[in-house]
């Protein structure tokens, strides 16, 4: 982990400006940084030989915008830098075909789920060459093997989030899809709880695709077939068509192997036959007063989860709240600046899951 170790630190008092950041405020060991490209906080720590300086994992800039703090914080300081390990790391640049998940996805037109090799999502790239195709993956290796293979190709339609696929959904705008594949989920047969086609997955993919837009789910797990249908003859105005051992435009690495193995493919169609209401994308992430009466017990809610974890004094009123808000299976680490008119000190990605708890954690704490 990149890191410095300094010989002293003085007292400061904040804010501060060094060269090249700003010092905002310091919470016990942390202190609030500000450059010019980014925001986050570094973790001074009393070392048997000076001061071991640290990033926070949870606010963790680009390694640049880590080595000014670094550096500025020495001076500021008059110190001398003992150690350090940050001169020879080089950036990784990013990929601008690897979305973050506060991208904008209006002008997305197809989605494909666990793409896994990526077989089926570059054949998508090469048959709708108009269209822009959006990969949704948890597994980083598959990520970044198709990403070189997409440079490698020359494709410029595919773009890639790595999340779950399951939050995403709900990042897309009402009737702006024409498809979305889900092509051999993991069946999760003892924990039904984290397949990916459930109600909530359904009625976001039903409101995200177009009028006629449709949901191709294929797979070899009949458990997971009769499951799926279930949920969805559940759902309303939608068209239901399903084929069983059918030949596929193409076959990917799994269904290559459950052939030679004389398993049953099922598909499922279904075709969203209404138009939907716009959804209220604009999650504002805004407090309106001090947060009081702080409990740390972990809360679990239908879809939400929140854990406050810990409580920075930065003076006698004002505190830096360390806190696990939003999916129970993808909760998000933050920080908030808990003040007369509290702050994210750095908003959460913009999800269903953790507006909702942003909103119970409002009720919960207000006094
Ligand atoms: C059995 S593989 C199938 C891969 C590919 N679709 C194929 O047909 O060869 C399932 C893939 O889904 C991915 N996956 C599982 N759960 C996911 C989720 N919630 N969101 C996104 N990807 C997921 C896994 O990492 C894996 O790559």
Known sequence: MPHILIDKIKELNFPLKGEKCEFLFKAENLIAVKTE????????????????????????????????????????????????????IKEKLPNKNLLE????LSNIDIVEVG?????????????????????IEIHKPSIEQVLRRIVHEKINNIRIINHDARLILSRIPSNSLHSIYVHFPVPWDKKEHRRVINTDFINEAKRALQKGGFLHLRTDSENYFAYS????????????????????????KYEERWIKQGKNIYDIFMKSLEISPEINQN?????????????????????????????????????????TIGNFNR??????????????FKKPAPIKENYLAHEKLKRLFNG
């Open 331 to 344: 909760p998000e680490h933050i920080y908030i600046v808990n003040k007369q008119i509290p702050y994210y």
């Open 101 to 104: 998940i506060t991208y904008d």
């Open 283 to 323: 999650y504002d992430f805004v407090f309106e007063k001090r947060l009081v009466g702080l409990d740390f017990t972990p809360k679990v809610y239908d879809n939400f989860v929140i854990h406050i974890e810990k409580e920075y004094k930065i003076n006698e009123n004002d505190s830096l709240i360390r806190a």
């Open 37 to 88: 490209n980014a925001k986050f906080l570094i973790n001074v720590k009393k070392h048997k030989n000076g001061y071991l300086i640290k990033y926070d994992k949870i606010t963790r800039p680009v390694i640049s915008e880590i080595k000014k703090a670094y550096l500025d914080f020495a001076k500021l300081n008059d110190a001398k830098i003992i150690f350090e390990n940050i001169s020879g």
């Open 229 to 252: 249908l279930q949920k969805f003859l559940e759902q309303d105005k939608i068209d239901i068509n399903v084929k069983k051992n059918i030949p596929y435009e193409i076959t990917s």
């Open 115 to 135: 793409f896994g090799s990526g077989r089926h999502l570059i054949h998508l790239a090469k048959k709708y060459p108009e269209k822009t195709i959006l990969g």
